[in-house]
């Protein structure tokens, strides 16, 4: 059970900012939010993650609403090696437990 | 430079064999956990274990078998019983958290078996 829905595919002018958005409706008040991407074939990179306040690093800002229902992960100027799917995943922080992943997002990115 | 490593890169196999998908990690974590990739789709968690000697059963463990020895290793036995074993698989590992929050997985780059 992924918790997370997110878009199928979307496209991004190099560039611009990428805003890719996630839902988790049913997120518990002890839950993180992470965002992994995956470029083919390869094992998925960790990006970055948050509880209830915004984050930004140097790969990215995560933006969480305040009913925590959502969120979204912005890359401010997208380049071509963007171009991969991103998984949005909702876990809880302190116990060790499994990440579940869905199917993701893939975003390309155009020139 | 500390990592987790899996091999090999790809792997054939033919019907009926077990074949064991090797996973070492360097980064002293204590969790580590197997995934399945088909084409076009998400990961789904085969097991996972969260300490030496203990590991569990996860979304799709049937046909497949795991072990932990050492906190190093986490390998996978692709058995004769998994009816579809062509498949990516990846591997991952994270800090057992005692902060909250710290516990993004590392990902290896995965191995492509394919059974013919």
């Known amino acids: 059970d992924a918790k997370t829905t997110q878009p199928t595919s979307m496209d991004c002018a190099e560039g611009r900012a990428a805003n890719l958005p996630c839902n988790h409706s049913?997120?518990?008040?002890?839950?993180?939010v992470y965002w992994y991407r995956q470029i083919h074939s390869q094992g998925p990179q960790y990006i970055i993650h948050?509880?209830?306040n915004n984050e930004t690093n140097e790969m990215a800002s995560l933006i969480i609403t305040e009913d925590r229902k959502s969120s979204t992960l912005i890359l401010p100027h997208a380049t071509l090696r963007d171009t991969a799917v991103y998984y949005c995943?909702?876990?809880?922080?302190?116990?060790?437990?499994?990440?579940?992943f869905g199917t993701g997002t893939s975003l390309t990115v155009i020139p | 430079d500390g990592g987790i490593t899996q091999s090999p890169k790809y792997l054939f196999r033919k019907e009926g064999q077990n074949v064991t998908l090797s996973c070492e990690q360097n980064?002293?974590?204590?969790?580590m956990y197997w995934y399945r990739q088909d084409p076009g789709q998400g990961l789904r968690l085969i097991y996972y274990?969260?300490?030496?000697?203990?590991?569990q059963k996860g979304d799709i463990a049937e046909g497949y078998s795991v072990s932990r020895e050492k906190k190093e290793s986490f390998p996978l036995t692709v058995t004769s019983a998994q009816k579809n074993p062509t498949a990516f698989y990846l591997c991952?590992?994270?800090?057992?958290?005692?902060?909250?929050?710290?516990?993004?997985?590392?990902f290896g780059q995965g191995t492509r078996l394919t059974v013919v």
């Open positions: 049913t997120i518990s008040g002890n839950e993180y």
């Open positions: 980064l002293n974590h204590d969790a």
């Open positions: 948050g509880l209830k």
């Open positions: 991952a590992s994270s800090i057992t958290p005692t902060i909250q929050g710290v516990t993004e997985a590392f």
């Open positions: 274990s969260q300490i030496v000697n203990d590991f």
């Open positions: 995943i909702v876990r809880i922080g302190n116990t060790g437990n499994q990440f579940y």
